[in-house]
């Protein structure tokens, strides 16, 4: 359980005062008294390039104390800092977002330009389909460098690392997404450090047949938007490859949309109450992706994340996936074992009343 910066800032919108800002609200707002203890710096915190060394650093415009203070923050705040790479060349804001390709002063800037159909489509990297070519120096991804880029993050007192693939397969040796996630996989085993290990390659390799030997959540779907039709799609997808939950290693639902989706009051009342139902229902990770800086301990927001009905499901010692065990018409119906008992959720996919509920509403009941 946690707070994540992708969603709510993406890559060029972060900083450390963003971050601090964000940790300082978690506490504020009673989220780590729920359990949201960790802050995970999501893709966007390098320099557009490695230093002389080979190393990743801060990027120096927005991190300007590094990592390592930043680090510091978060510890003495009681919470567990997190941070992301990814086992190719290029990271994915290199690929999506341009990152790197523009700078001032030396720090990765937005483009003075919209970011172009190609920049979406990850083509302004051609220079890596050679697979013998070394590392440059402004590949920010691990590719070749696993072991002196984890050895940066545990100097740095990382808690948590979030390894996404971003297209891992262009200009690497990599035959199977298996092989690179155990490699750092294995390296974080042989540390001194214990690190939470997360991994994302969005279900192309069915990770829920393999990850849980050395990850401790492995995504399953394609990215989540805020959209109720991508909640409540990942929801299905994951219900359906959670055998290998278990305690310590869970399939990942993808990070918490509850605050982000443009809907009537109301409606986004509801969405966020079953959004949150729905991933403890699933034994997801709980990884808050909205801006939380401006929120009040009484918005409707705050509540859905602290919902003790979810939460107590969500924590259970019992862990295990939810099954989704009917759909009739618009109501999708899962169920959970907990110690024996089993708990049902019933949750209405349309934003019109359907099977007695409110729209996108739900209902959690002990069988």
């Known amino acids: 359980m946690g707070w994540n910066s992708w969603n709510a ?24 008294e729920s359990g949201y203890d960790t802050v995970v710096v999501d893709d966007g915190w390098q320099a ?31 919470l567990k800092f997190g941070l992301y790479l990814a086992p190719g060349r290029r990271t994915c804001a290199q690929y999506w977002d341009a990152y790197g390709r523009t700078t001032r002063s030396g720090a990765a800037s937005r483009p003075r330009w919209p970011i172009t159909l190609r920049a979406r489509l990850g083509l302004l990297a051609p220079d890596i389909a050679d697979v013998s070519a070394p590392p440059a120096s402004g590949d920010l991804g691990s590719y070749r460098s696993e072991a002196a880029d984890l050895s ?20 690497t040796a990599y035959t199977e997404r298996r092989e690179a996630f155990a ?45 109720p039709s991508a909640i409540f799609a990942i929801a299905r997808a994951s219900a359906a490859h959670g055998a290998a939950t278990r305690p310590g290693h869970v399939g990942d639902a993808d990070m918490l949309q509850v605050g982000n989706v443009a ?9 966020d109450r079953t959004h949150l139902l729905l991933w403890a229902m699933l034994a997801s990770p709980l990884m808050i992706g909205t801006d939380l800086r401006q ?21 259970h010692a019992d862990v295990s996936c939810a099954e ?39 209902e959690l009941r002990r069988l």
């Open 9 to 32: 800032y993406r890559c060029y919108d972060i900083n450390q005062h963003v971050i601090l800002a964000n940790a300082d609200a978690l506490i504020r707002l009673g989220l780590v």
């Open 48 to 78: 557009p390039e490695r230093d002389g060394a080979g190393a990743l650093r801060a990027c120096p415009r927005r991190f300007p104390r590094g990592m390592a203070w930043l680090g510091e923050q978060l510890h003495a705040r009681g």
């Open 183 to 227: 490699l750092m996989g294995h390296l974080i085993e042989d540390s001194a450090r214990e690190m939470t290990y997360s991994i994302s390659e969005y279900g192309e390799s069915e990770p829920w047949r393999w990850a849980g030997q050395f990850a401790n959540s492995w995504r399953m779907t394609p990215d989540i938007a805020a959209r």
């Open 152 to 171: 940066q993050l545990l100097d740095w007192g990382v808690d948590y690392l979030k390894y996404d693939w971003c297209r891992a397969e262009i200009g």
């Open 324 to 362: 989704l065990v009917a759909q009739e018409g618009a109501v999708d119906v899962y169920e959970r074992s907990l110690a024996g008992e089993r708990v049902r959720l019933r949750v209405n996919t349309s934003w019109r009343w359907r099977g007695g509920l409110p729209g996108y509403g739900s």
């Open 263 to 271: 809907l009537p009051a109301r409606l986004r009342r509801e969405l």
């Open 295 to 315: 929120l009040a301990a009484t918005d409707p927001v705050v509540a859905a994340l602290r919902n003790p009905e979810a939460l107590a499901v969500s924590q």
